[in-house]
């Protein structure tokens, strides 16, 4: 079992280029999240999925979008990244709503 | 809203001492669930402990427990015999009840443990 995985690990990107970063986890689980770290901070949910097609917001949704278009695979896309998005970004799944979460390596994005 | 505190951002400790780093919470459900995860300099996030609001018993992992005193909403976890890996930044984290939060976590700000030799 891999666990959860995230594509790329590292990227750097220049101020208004897109990009998507990719989760797979392959422990069959319903819930997957996406949440960004910043430097002296606690991870905050970007957006989440409670199954396949599904998908909401989080507490710091603006300027990313997400699809789930099987039940594996969470997709997040920057349009036109901005400085400001500069972060390392975690991805985690988990069997329901109750359980633990199971997080990803994490992709450290530079925007410039 | 839920919010998560953690107001030591740096603890040290001798190894093979215990250690207790605090976290507080405030929220106004009755069902909730409490984290404590551990993230080594490498970075990935590892699950520690849970406590859920209606257990009767702190919860145990090993070496890690969660002193839960649910009257004063604090969550804090013992990590007993401390050993040099065990330095890392600390993460407690609340789950809102089952049915609406969809599981979602709010994370405190972490603290920094040191084991010093």
């Known amino acids: 079992n891999a666990g959860v995985t995230q594509t790329p690990k590292f990227r750097v990107l220049k101020t208004g280029q897109s990009m998507t970063l990719l989760c797979a986890q392959d422990?069959?689980?319903?819930?997957m999240y996406w949440y960004r770290q910043d430097p002296g901070m606690g991870l905050r949910l970007i957006h989440y999925?409670?199954?396949?097609?599904?998908?909401a917001k989080g507490e710091v949704p603006d300027g990313y979008n997400v699809s789930r278009l099987k039940k594996q695979n969470f997709l997040l896309g920057l349009e036109s990244a901005a400085p400001s998005q500069t972060s390392v970004y975690f991805c985690?799944?988990?069997?329901?709503?109750?359980?633990?979460?199971?997080f990803g390596p994490g992709t450290r994005l530079t925007v410039t | 809203a839920q919010k998560i505190t953690q107001t030591q951002p740096g603890m040290f400790v001798q190894e093979k001492e215990a250690v207790t780093l605090d976290c507080t919470y405030d929220?106004?459900?009755?069902?909730?669930?409490l984290f404590w995860y551990k993230q080594p300099s490498s970075g990935e996030m590892i699950f520690l402990i849970y406590?859920?609001?209606?257990?009767?018993q702190n919860a145990t992992e090993g070496r890690y427990s969660l002193n839960f005193q649910k009257a004063r909403k604090s969550a804090n976890l013992v990590i007993s015999a401390s050993q040099l890996g065990d330095s890392a930044m600390y993460f407690c984290?609340?789950?809102?009840?089952?049915?609406?939060?969809?599981?979602?976590?709010?994370f405190g700000q972490g603290t920094i443990l040191t084991v010093h030799p």
């Open positions: 422990m069959n689980h319903e819930y």
């Open positions: 929220t106004s459900d009755p069902s909730y669930g």
């Open positions: 984290a609340m789950r809102g009840p089952g049915g609406t939060s969809y599981g979602k976590l709010t």
């Open positions: 985690a799944s988990s069997r329901t709503a109750a359980y633990e979460q199971y």
């Open positions: 999925s409670v199954g396949e097609g599904t998908t």
């Open positions: 406590q859920g609001s209606y257990d009767q």
